[in-house]
């Protein structure tokens, strides 16, 4: 932490009242929480407060108690800890989205090998999940995972860069639709990728670096988007991998 920043606090802390910035210099130098060899010490302390206050605004250390004096922000502890819960919630969110997508893997994997693929799990994810064969002829598969939301749909992001690195014609895009106690599987081509973003079916995100598939299942067929459009086709087909 920087000096004057942390002399600040110390006094400010043990002062009953506001105070300006060169009184708080002057109690910082002579309790000695504060030793410098600049000749305008009073000007650092000035700019250490404000930018602070400038820059964290509302998260700030400090705040503005009246024309040229300063105090400590008393509601900086309750959006300091507001702050470490959504921080918190973000980081097991992405545990949880982390160990969806790996379980999904693992469901295709386990369907491949029932259909008589040698096929495994990639260790470093470059854009494929998981490299099958079936005689002789190599496959290559990226595995997206969703759960049901409370819209009743099913959304899968695909990076941009990976889908134009990956996209030839043994490649598939396998979606996995999961709710509480069963799982559906749409098995996508890239070609047949290509003709939905063509269509419109697919949407751009994040600038533009991301395409998005919103599914939903809907009396035993699978829409794409909000329009009547079904791909049943690709809903459990594994023969569509050959």
């Known amino acids: 932490m920087n000096k004057f920043k942390e002399a600040a606090i110390k006094i ?32 650092s302390m000035a700019a250490v407060i404000t930018v602070d206050i400038k820059l964290n605004e509302k998260g700030s250390t400090f705040v503005k108690a ?9 509601h900086k502890s ?18 949880e989205s982390g160990y969806t997508g790996r379980g999904g893997e693992y469901l295709v994997c386990s369907e491949l090998l029932f259909r008589g693929f040698n096929a495994s799990i990639m260790t470093v994810d470059d854009g494929l999940d998981i490299v099958a064969t079936k005689d002789h002829i190599m496959f290559g598969i990226q595995v997206k995972t969703s759960n049901v939301n409370l819209a009743k749909s099913y959304i899968f992001d695909i990076r941009k860069a990976s889908f134009a ?24 081509p890239t070609y047949e990728i290509e003709r939905l973003i063509a269509q419109n079916s ?41």
């Open 12 to 43: 400010l802390n043990e002062s009953s009242e506001p105070l300006s910035t060169n009184e708080i210099t002057k109690r910082a130098i002579e309790s000695g929480l504060l030793e410098t060899t600049g000749k305008t010490p009073e000007k």
């Open 66 to 74: 009246d024309k040229g004096l300063y105090s400590l922000n008393k």
């Open 78 to 95: 309750n959006i300091d800890k507001a702050k470490k819960e959504l921080a918190k919630i973000t980081k097991q969110e992405k545990l």
């Open 165 to 188: 690195k990956h996209n030839t014609g043994n490649i598939f895009y396998v979606l996995v639709l999961k709710d509480e106690t069963h799982s559906d599987f749409v098995i996508l």
């Open 202 to 242: 697919i949407s751009s995100i994040n600038n533009h670096t991301k395409y998005r598939i919103v599914l939903r299942l809907k009396g035993g067929s699978v829409y794409i988007t909000n329009e009547e459009r079904p791909l049943d086709h690709f809903l459990n087909n594994w023969a569509l991998i050959r």
